[in-house]
């Protein structure tokens, strides 16, 4: 067990619709990451939160935002859902790199199907 | 940009068997390097980690030298066991962001 929890476990949903994800990182971790992994793009990085802010974007379509709040939890935001978004969405949290606890701990998972 | 490039799979072995999964980096600067394995239906665990060159990591009988002179940082095993088959995936920590860029995955069958 990792620490790091996500819900739900699965997600069924049809095009068009908006869903939501949760993580909740590993205790005192203040950076959150949020990664896709689907079999034509592979393990991909969405964005990173520090401490509720927004440290670093990847290739997050625009439909996608998410956010951390006070409590360090974190919540990503899929809407407009399309048939490609079917994936496996993880989350990952870390502490400070200066620290030397950079290493990111990953959450289960949520798998995501668009029908 | 910096990339990791793995071997592709599957790798397919006979218990005891010695098991190497190639990867090799392309980054600036020097990287901590990350092994990370995924069982069938489950999420991603930290396998073992290096922070800098001609560092070993190691965990559960595998291990992995950060080679900075080649580029890389192969996963070996002296003796695989079936509850070794899994997917592995090799990642580098990009130093500007810390977002972790990964390689392919390299799926490993062990049979008895």
């Known amino acids: 067990d990792s620490g790091v929890t996500q819900t739900p476990k699965h997600l069924i949903t049809a095009t068009g619709q908006r869903v939501t994800l949760r993580c909740s990182p590993r205790?005192?971790?203040?950076?959150v990451y949020w990664y896709q992994q689907s079999l034509d793009q592979g393990l991909q990085f969405l964005i990173q939160?520090?401490?509720?802010?927004?440290?670093a974007k990847g290739n997050i379509l625009e439909r996608f935002s998410a956010q951390q709040f006070p409590d360090l939890h974190s919540e990503l935001n899929l809407s407009s859902l399309e048939l490609g978004d079917s994936a496996l969405y993880f989350c990952?949290?870390?502490?400070?790199?200066?620290?030397?606890?950079?290493?990111?701990?990953f959450g289960p998972g949520t798998r995501l199907l668009v029908l | 940009g910096d990339s990791v490039t793995q071997m592709e799979g599957p790798v397919t072995l006979s218990e005891e068997a010695f098991l190497t999964i190639n990867c090799t980096y392309t980054?600036?600067?020097?990287?901590?390097l990350f092994w990370y394995v995924q069982y069938p239906g489950e999420g991603l665990q930290l396998l073992l980690k290096?922070?800098?060159?001609?560092d070993k990591g190691s965990n559960k009988g595998f291990e992995a030298t950060y080679r900075k002179e080649t580029t890389s940082f192969h996963l070996e095993k002296g003796s695989v066991q079936v509850s070794d088959s899994a997917v592995y995936f090799c990642?580098?920590?990009?130093?500007?962001?810390?977002?972790?860029?990964f390689g392919t995955g390299t799926r490993l069958q062990v049979f008895p």
């Open positions: 939160y520090y401490n509720g802010e927004e440290r």
């Open positions: 990642a580098l920590s990009d130093l500007n962001t810390d977002k972790l860029i």
């Open positions: 990952a949290s870390s502490g400070p790199r200066l620290a030397g606890m950079e290493t990111q701990y």
């Open positions: 205790s005192g971790d203040l950076s």
């Open positions: 980054a600036t600067g020097y990287p901590s």
């Open positions: 290096a922070t800098k060159a001609d």
